[in-house]
């Protein structure tokens, strides 16, 4: 595979990522009946979040972090750290310049890599 064909693909990938989420944002938990009542088909503003047409989450966001630290700084998880704790602190590689959800349990690890805990230790031990 050409350099330039590995580029495109995990070009691709990301993209394909953050459409699919931004396809979800608006219908974020919704029922299964509610989506096949009214399915998907494009791109929607507001709905659960308020959010314009192409918002990509948290979940987005934070596969933004991961990949631009994997290729500016290589595997280096205080890096990557530090990068969820600017999305959360700074709206880093958020669409719009701001966190507008995050769960509890990504808020409580980025909170614990925030204090300085080890990476490997700053999430949770539950399933």
Not at 11 to 26: H, Q, R
Not at 82 to 99: A, I, M
């Amino acid at each position: 595979m050409t350099a330039t064909n590995r580029s495109n693909r995990i070009n691709g990938g990301l993209l394909g990522l953050l459409v699919g989420d931004a396809l979800g944002v608006p219908v974020e938990f919704t029922s299964r009946a509610e989506r096949l009542a009214d399915p998907m088909t494009g791109m929607r503003a507001y709905g659960t979040h308020k959010q314009p047409a192409g918002t990509w989450s948290d979940d987005g966001s934070l596969a933004l972090c991961t990949a631009s630290s994997l290729v500016e700084a290589g595997y280096d998880l205080r890096d990557t750290a530090t990068r969820f704790v600017r999305w959360l602190d700074e709206g880093y590689w958020t669409p719009h310049g701001s966190v507008f959800d995050i769960g509890y349990t990504t808020r409580h690890a980025i909170k614990r890599l925030r204090q300085g805990v080890v990476t490997t230790e700053a999430g949770g031990q539950r399933e």
